[in-house]
């Protein structure tokens, strides 16, 4: 399905006046600037030297494509000749898309955060021509209200400053750098254990909103990871108050209006504590995350809510964000013809008029609709006279209400849903980002492969398979080094730490669930070239960037999880992962120093790194290798697998060791013993550095994994 045209981001009147560099990029972040008055430069060589030869410093401007507030800074400020001119005349004016330069980007919000304490987009920087920053923003009007300084004063300021204090500019461009690299120095620190999982766990507990799921006050962000930390520590601890957090956040995200009830799929974050009013983008990575947690969540409660938000999650995926090459693009904009969520909001009378008399008083109570409308605007929290669907109770209730069973209830909305989408294809979609990262579509790799195997929907493994071949296929050089994002007519970035990360994650899962040796292989492989590119040989752990990378004013090692896992939280699971499967001790060792390197950083807020405590609490904890042996098309072979896949467990190691493949020998030299007794399948189970008696049939396995 293509994208139909956004009609608000730009003025389209500009596109036969205004042409900048910008209209030559693949971004669709920087050719929504391609016709701006600005003399836009993409971030390279041309513009930095322009800055030398002319001594102006430079205007740089950092967003994304599905970023509100860009748009709105775009808008009044970007497309305005008068700004516009003072730029063109005093700086050399630099647009970067983030999700396709993140190391830039990394680099000047940490700038930001350090200069003014917070960040987010539009990330406004002002620098000299050597990269060095002595100015950090974001969000500017074009002229001053609110107690926030307009666009043009402010330039008219920093133009001042550049021309006749110079001197204090390079002062405050050193402080900013000393400061950087300062905070890059923090000494290893005693290995991180169990009990600071626990205690992060605590602390999220105390920040928990037991009515309506979450942590803190609004706004409300999903952070998948960190429930699905919470569901492996009730695993470790048996305190099952951390799985009922998990629990009761993933239930009450999924009934607000944070969730697309028609469409499927999750909007970028909550702007109240309800999760009924969303910030409406939507982001591959908030997707595949999701899915992951709500498929463990499922795994473990066999919740049926939670099985229906996984398939119709993925549902909206292969709808509307996969290409046809069966990879998957970025994200979906907030806004529609001038209008942020006018894509996702509806007029009671609208619903009315597709589902009729009879059941819009139903869908009025179960959705929470109302004629005035139950969407606020987010500024003044008056109604809109627009309605967003989110449910008013779990669908047991609901049921209840109506005198029918549960799988009636859903076979009645069904049929109202189908009608909503139909009705809602119709209007003019809002704007995606076709942009192909490898990083997030390995994220994606793997929140498909888990719910193949978990739901038994085979198809979901092709979808995965597809997106691997793909990436293999067209992201990797033949020097086996990994491209960040898919640009066949456009300048390729070479991949960053977290698109090997999360890539060699989502091949492992995508071996668990196919058992294809030949993306085992892959991860390996790809787990020895992050290795080269990007460890830290003095102090453990991983750059962002690789070493063969563009310089920046510095080379940052990110741990702390943002909207999603960090590279090296990633990393830290599959070093210990790809250890125990390889044999290898090179990679526990550096998965130890790698712990040892950021202990010092995660002790001070334990919450902050959940991903990290995760992968460092499966390396401590009872861990299996388990390997079935047998034909692969023998009945017994199959229902053992199913019966090991089948459980939550969190703390194994699954290989399927096909009698005729002698690739994963190669790779796990220990199973190369481990064969098929007197031709039956069979099931070998180590544990702790221990293997027990190998398992030969059905009902003996079910005794040792504790299955009826």
Known sequence: MSAQPHKDIENQDQENIHTNRLVNETSPYLKQHAHNPVDWFPWGDEAFE????????????????????????????????????????????IKVDREERPDVDHVY???????????????????????????????????????????????????????????????????????????????????????????????LADHFDTQYGGFREAPKFPSPHTLTFLLQQTQITGDVSFQAMAVKTLTEMRLGGMYDQIGGGFHRYSTDRKWHLPHFEKMLYDQALLVMAYTDAYQITRNDLFRRTVTETIDYLVRDMRSVDGVYFSAEDADSEGEEGKFYTWRYEDIEAIVGQTRIALLADEFSLSVSGNFLEEATRQPTGLNILHLSDVPEKLAERSGLTVEQWWQRWEQDRQALLAEREKRIRPDRDEKILTDWNGLTIAALAKAARVLGRPEYATRAREVADFVLANLMRTDGTLLHH??????????????????????????????????????????????ALFWDDSRGGYFFTPANGERLITRAKEVYDGAYPSGNAVSAANLFYLARITGEPV?????????????????????????????????????????????????????????????????????YRNPEDALLTELAPFTKDQVPINGRPTVYICENYACREPVDSIEKLRQVLGVQ
């Open 109 to 203: 919000m940490a700038v930001c955060q350090a200069m003014t304490k917070s960040g987010g987009w539009p990330l406004t920087i002002v620098m000299t021509p050597a990269k060095e920053p002595f100015f950090a923003g974001t969000y500017f009007p074009r002229e001053s209200r609110g107690g926030r300084i307009g666009i043009l004063e402010l330039l008219e300021r920093i133009r001042d400053v550049w021309e006749n204090a110079r001197e204090s500019v390079y002062n405050s461009t050193n402080e900013i750098i000393n400061h950087l690299e300062k905070s890059g120095e923090i000494p290893a620190g005693p290995a991180l254990t169990d009990s600071t999982a626990h205690v992060a766990a605590r602390d």
């Open 587 to 655: 990679w526990e060792s550096m998965l130890e120093k790698l712990n040892q390197a950021f202990s010092q950083q995660v002790q001070r807020v334990p919450e902050g790194f959940t991903a990290l405590l995760a992968a460092i609490t499966i390396s401590r904890t009872g861990f299996r290798e388990i390997v079935v042996t047998g034909p692969p098309n023998h009945p017994a072979t199959q229902e053992m697998l199913r019966l090991i896949q089948d459980r939550y467990d969190p703390f194994k190691v699954l290989l």
């Open 486 to 531: 898919y640009a066949p007519s456009g300048t390729a970035v070479p991949a960053f730490l977290d698109d090997y990360a999360n890539f060699i994650w989502g091949l492992r899962e995508l071996y668990e669930t196919v058992f294809d040796t030949r993306y085992l292989e892959a991860a390996v492989t790809l787990q020895r070239t992050q290795d």
């Open 50 to 93: 322009k800055a030398i030869q002319e001594d102006k410093p430079i205007f740089l401007s950092i967003g994304y494509s599905t970023c509100h507030w860009c748009h709105v800074m775009a808008h009044e400020s970007f497309e305005d000749p008068a700004v516009a001119a003072y730029l063109n005349e005093h700086f050399v004016s």
